[in-house]
């Protein structure tokens, strides 16, 4: 394990605040550039000042001894990996060799592409037991690895979908998207610590950014319901009534609510939802798609797949139920309007709302660290 802030400074991880301040005056005294030449005691001196500035900060230093925890934790686990991997060497071979003979000559690549193809459509319980499958006879395959984090990330087990990440990115170094995952999850979660486990969680929901997107939303209500603006779609008979009013009130609603959302850690990472960690659509984007013809079609898509797989993916559940509650509000909004109809609003309205909550989203999401 690396140096610690600890180790440069020469003390243990409980030291009081009054031990590092001397530790740090002492490697000052003797390696500051301007008491020594020694070419070595700059890098010492540089060390020691960083080393002090993290722990000498009360939070910073308790983000910093979350993240020795965690670290710890996982050298043990994987340490005990490769131990239970020694003990068992003996028994995955036969389990080996009884899989290979049951599965009437199917090469492990050829069962990978059907993890793939099963995940790609969806069937993520049968995607998942494939999954642990090929890694009994294989256990250096990194997409099977790839294809659980997904899943588990999908479902909102951070924890999970941690350590998938961190075994896909080590059984496949050259694969950036790996480790990047592996990275995003880590800085977007927490560390828990109790007698039980060290593990991570999902950062804690925050309820004052949805609270403002709720407002926007409230605002573009009254927008609607007392403007007396003028038709200008009724050249296109299905939004024959719309006002521009209401376009931009629609979309910029969604915008509100997708970029609250976000914030607010209700949604998973953006670029984690628009494709899997072997490249494929994620549900995000296949349900935009159809939610630019229609928002309900689409929804209505996602209930009858998601039920028949039992395949329910927390932000997109979230998001899509945020952009039905902005679309009924609106409608009723539409009621007292001059001339919007209230059912054209709420067949079509949908779509606009949807697009700019992705857009939301995918706005704020490019901006987080």
Known sequence: ?????????GLENGATHAEIRSAYRRLVLVHHPDHTSD????????????????????????????????????????????ADKVRKEEESARLKAEREAT???ATIAQEVLRLQALYGRGRHNDAEKVAYEILQIAPRQPIPYAVL???????????????MYAYAAQMDPANPVYQRRYEDLLNASRVVTDRRSTRLEAEDKRILAPAVGAGF????????????EHM?????????????????????????????LAVGNWLDRF???????????????????????????SAVFYILIALGLKAFNYSTTRLMLAVAAVTLVLTFASYPANGIHPVQTLLWGGNLVYVGGVIGWMATDSMRP
């Open 232 to 260: 200008s779609l009724a050249g296109i008979s299905f939004i024959s009534s719309w006002t521009m009013g209401l376009v931009c009130n629609l979309f910029l609603s969604g915008v509100a609510v997708g970029a609250a």
């Open 39 to 82: 070419p070595a005691s700059k890098a010492i001196f540089l060390e020691a000042k960083q080393a002090y500035e993290v722990l000498s900060d009360p939070e910073s230093r308790s983000r910093y001894d979350d993240h020795l925890a965690f670290q710890t934790k996982r050298a043990d686990d994987e340490a005990r990996a490769r």
């Open 271 to 297: 670029e984690s939802m628009t494709a899997s960690s072997s490249g494929r659509a994620g549900p995000t984007i296949v349900l935009g798609l159809v939610a630019m013809v229609n928002f309900w079609v």
């Open 1 to 9: 394990m690396a140096k610690t802030h600890y180790d440069v400074l």
């Open 149 to 163: 984090a997904d899943i588990y990330r999908g479902r909102g087990q951070v924890n999970e979908a941690s350590k």
């Open 217 to 228: 939303v409230f605002l573009s209500c009254l927008y609607v319901g007392l403007s007396n």
């Open 103 to 105: 599965r009437s000559g």
